[in-house]
């Protein structure tokens, strides 16, 4: 649940790498909770937008586009 908050840059640079890792080579599955919308495209293959615990989108990383982001994840 939201690994990158208060930490520093490099830190959540060598977090990002960890979960890449753990997915790639591990084969594990990561359900990563994350505000920080570019460290969720870099760490992320898909991803899901809820809201009040519905979810309202769903897709692969490439399609969570500036205008995703703006529609769905600011207020």
Known sequence: DEPTEGIQPNI????????????????????LVEQNIPFARA??????????GRVVLAGRTDEL????????LTF
């Open 12 to 31: 959540v640079k060598q977090i990002e790498e960890a979960i890449i890792r753990l997915n790639r080579e591990r084969g594990l599955s990561v359900i």
């Open 65 to 72: 586009t500036d205008a995703v982001v703006e529609e769905h």
């Open 43 to 52: 760490a992320s293959d898909r991803f899901l937008v809820l809201d009040k």
